[in-house]
């Protein structure tokens, strides 16, 4: 019938033996160790190039840098905070002692404690023909409402 051998028989055709796993095994771990290699390699080269490529490529230092001079204003606080916590200590300090305010003219500053005892003691001061000691207004000005305007 046909010329094409095995044609006509009834023989399977599979594989007779089994995969050998040990060699697979082998040939995933060398797989591995090799792409782990290549990754660690690679790695320490980028690395290494890029550390020699940062230290050429510096840039030389600012002339204010040279100069040893402040940048021009505004600067910027390096520690905000810090000023802060100055300025409250200072405010507190001048709040709750006495020293002078006017010293040619005799005007002392008293702690603020003090001051609010002595006016609850002695009240505000008045002036001698009954009216409040407020300074008067500048002449020409009107109080809001007052100056017939319309709005």
């Known amino acids: 019938m046909s ?3 095995g044609h006509g ?3 399977a055709k599979y594989e007779r033996t089994d995969i050998d796993a040990r060699k697979v095994a082998v040939w ?3 797989l591995v160790a090799i792409v782990c290699a290549i990754g ?3 790695s320490f080269l980028v690395f290494r190039y890029l550390e020699r490529k940062t230290e050429s490529d510096v840039a030389p230092p600012s002339e204010l840098v040279r100069l040893q001079q ?3 204003e505004p600067r910027l606080l390096p520690q905000p905070w810090r000023n802060m916590e100055e300025l409250r200590v200072a405010s507190e300090k001048h709040l709750n002692s006495y020293g002078w305010a006017d010293r040619p003219n005799g005007v002392v500053r008293v702690p603020i404690d003090r001051a609010i005892d002595l006016l609850a003691e002695r009240g505000l001061p008045v002036r001698r023909d009954g009216l409040s000691a407020a300074p008067p207004a500048p002449a020409g000005a009107t109080p809001k409402g007052m100056s017939g305007e319309k709005k």
């Open 70 to 72: 402040p940048p021009p």
């Open 9 to 11: 028989r009834t023989e």
């Open 28 to 30: 995933g771990l060398v």
């Open 40 to 42: 660690i390699a690679g």
């Open 3 to 5: 010329d094409v051998p």
